[in-house]
């Protein structure tokens, strides 16, 4: 299927990524030329083919359910754009 | 040893020799630090740094001198290298390549960096690079493209990309400006970017370096490695790098051999595998050529060359464009103008108003098209037919070179379908520049280690690379061999543009 101008403001929207109207042929141009490009994967022959979830053929390693990290606020804080009382700040949320 | 006469003679030498005349004390690793802070001062078209910390290496220097003298040197002990601005930095700004990460100073330092510090490097500062490791030309970087040092010998004098998306890494490690330098590679952002520029770039299999705090643009392929002049550079600085970290849980907990033992000089019975598959219909001939003179070169040491087959490389690309973006889109949803960096919002803006103003400021247009792909490619009613599919396809491409493995021990290809190209040229099409990774996309995918060692100029006077893939974890063979296709071919060429002589060129022995 080919991305319109209207499929690329959804996409855009759930990306939390404002592009403007005069932006969105250019983007939808963009991304029809790549997912042409992708459309060949349909043609292997995937019958019975489990998808990878893993490169490297492991166990996931397990470990004690205990806090083991942590107890830094002002650390994750430093780099906050705007902070308060030990909050990260946002607009207002609720009206 | 010879004499150090010239200013920044001391640049001119590889990692290893410049760990034993630290050894042998002919010179202190304050002196070399000096030596390449000069070197940085004066290479600044080249546009390599993001962040120069000459403060903080000459500090890293001293220390490392306190500790050669009373015995107590690590395996990088005074080596001065380029951190590549991926890598989270404590107190130190890091950036992505991206104008989102405005002033953003990690609180902690990641698991690869901390290794290297623990084994004695110095950080000479944090390499310039493609945005979010996004990027084969190194010209999606915020802070400006990266210049390669070679030049055409066309008398052109046209600005050459150094490739990506470890661009910055590369070319300061082609110039002699730092020792060697970090890389990261998702689908080829070590090996393209060392072709491009006449380096040894190394990527590990999946899993052998940590990626604690390493920035994330794809974390099923993202894996860290060593940008060096030479394979035993590489193996050194690999050994110093790797190992098994708790905070990654695709961390996998095996023993980091001695890479430079590995060295050995003896691939007599190894089996190198030809793939039928990375002949493209239109491809240079001097690139088939050095291909088939590296086969050469591998079988005239002892090797055995084998014709195999990878049928399903042709997709691999194609996958990619889907799991990359994918795992993308989710990784960089973290950037919301709350919890660091960039913040844009004007007054009377709601929380999406916000979010959606930082992205749209903060993400170029590279990242901006692979968030909009990956976020198209994993929504409801198109995750089976492409995220899906494109995992399947994935199994495929292991299982190709699982059944390759049957019958070879490592896989000989080009690294790249041409030499370094021009900055102005090839930017307009997203798609062409995607195709500059077709022969390092594959190993990537499988997760397999794999290694860029220059070869040959090619009829500009540019450098090429021959690419080697070996099993998971088998490192060891892969810098087995790649050290005696290092021999093979001599390569000895240098760029026009090195520390030592500014913008002249200059022949250098071995």
Redesign the interface.
């Given at each position: 299927m080919s991305?319109d101008k209207t499929s690329?403001a959804k996409?855009?929207?759930?990306?939390?990524?404002?592009?403007n109207d005069d932006k969105q042929d250019e983007?939808a141009s963009?991304?029809n030329?790549?997912?042409g490009?992708?459309?060949?994967?349909?043609q292997?022959n995937?019958e019975g083919?489990?998808?990878?979830?893993?490169?490297?053929e492991?166990m996931?390693?397990q470990r004690d359910d205990i806090i083991s990290d942590g107890g830094?606020a002002d650390?994750?804080l430093?780099?906050?754009?705007?902070t308060d009382m030990g909050f990260?700040t946002?607009?207002k949320?609720v009206e | 040893m010879s004499e150090m006469k010239n200013s920044n003679s001391l640049t001119n030498l590889t990692l290893a020799a410049a760990r034993d005349g630290l050894q042998n004390k002919d010179f202190s690793a304050v002196e070399l630090c000096n030596q390449y802070i000069d070197a940085i001062e004066n290479a600044g078209e080249l546009n390599c740094f993001i962040t120069k910390t000459p403060e903080y290496a000459l500090a890293m220097a001293k220390k490392s001198d306190h500790k050669i003298q009373n015995g107590t040197a690590g395996s990088m002990e005074g080596l001065p290298i380029g951190m590549k601005d991926l890598f989270c930095t404590k107190g130190v700004l890091t950036t992505a390549g991206s104008h989102i990460l405005d002033g953003f100073k990690p609180t902690y330092e990641s698991t690869v960096s901390q290794n290297l510090w623990d084994s004695g490097a110095v950080m000479l500062g944090k390499m310039n690079m493609d945005e979010f490791a996004m990027g084969s030309a190194n010209i999606t970087s915020y802070y400006g493209n990266v210049i390669n040092p070679w030049q055409r010998n066309d008398g052109s004098n046209a600005k050459l990309v150094p490739g990506g998306s470890s661009g910055g890494s590369a070319a300061a490690v082609a110039s002699n400006i730092v020792i060697a330098a970090t890389g990261t590679d998702t689908g080829g952002s070590i090996r393209q970017p060392a072709a491009f520029t006449g380096i040894v770039g190394l990527k590990p299999t999946y899993g052998r370096c940590s990626r604690w705090g390493t920035i994330a643009f794809a974390s099923s392929l993202d894996q860290a490695g060593p940008m060096t002049r030479d394979v035993r550079d590489a193996a050194i600085m690999l050994g110093a790098m790797a190992g098994f970290d708790n905070k990654d849980s695709t961390s996998v907990n095996l023993p980091v051999p001695n890479y430079e033992a590995a060295l050995t000089g003896d691939i007599k019975g190894m089996r190198i595998g030809i793939p039928k598959e990375y002949n493209l219909d239109g491809m240079p001939s001097e690139i088939t050529e050095l291909w088939q003179q590296g086969a050469k070169w591998l079988k005239d040491a002892g090797a055995e060359i084998v014709d195999i087959s990878l049928p399903h490389t042709k997709y691999a690309l194609p996958a990619y464009y889907i799991v990359a973006p994918a795992e993308a889109s989710s990784n960089l949803a973290r950037y919301d103008g709350i919890r660091y960096g960039l913040r844009v919002c004007d007054d009377g803006d709601s929380l999406d108003d916000l979010y959606e103003k930082t992205r749209a400021e903060g993400f170029g247009a590279e990242v901006q098209r692979r968030i909009l792909i990956g976020t198209y490619v994993l929504s409801a009613g198109y995750y089976d037919a492409y995220y899906l599919q494109a995992q399947k396809v994935r199994t495929k491409i292991a299982d190709d070179f699982k059944q390759a493995w049957q019958s070879c021990d490592i896989l000989l290809t080009p690294v790249t379908p041409t030499a370094a190209f021009g900055i102005d040229e090839k930017q307009d099409d997203p798609l062409a520049m995607y195709l500059h990774d077709i022969f390092t996309v594959p190993s990537s995918m499988a997760g397999l280690p794999a290694m860029s060692i220059p070869a040959a100029l090619d009829n500009k006077g540019l450098p090429l690379g021959l690419q080697l893939i070996a099993k998971p974890f088998d490192e060891v063979n892969l810098l087995r061999v790649g050290h005696m296709l290092e021999n093979m071919a001599g390569f000895n060429a240098k760029p026009q543009f090195l520390a030592s002589n500014g913008l002249t060129s200059k022949a250098e022995g071995a």
């Open positions: 991305l690329v996409i855009a929207k759930l990306s939390r990524i404002r592009i983007m963009d991304l030329n790549i997912m490009f992708v459309e060949q994967l349909s292997v995937v083919v489990e998808p990878m979830t893993s490169v490297i492991m996931q390693r830094y650390d994750i430093e780099n906050g754009p705007a990260f946002v607009p949320v | -």
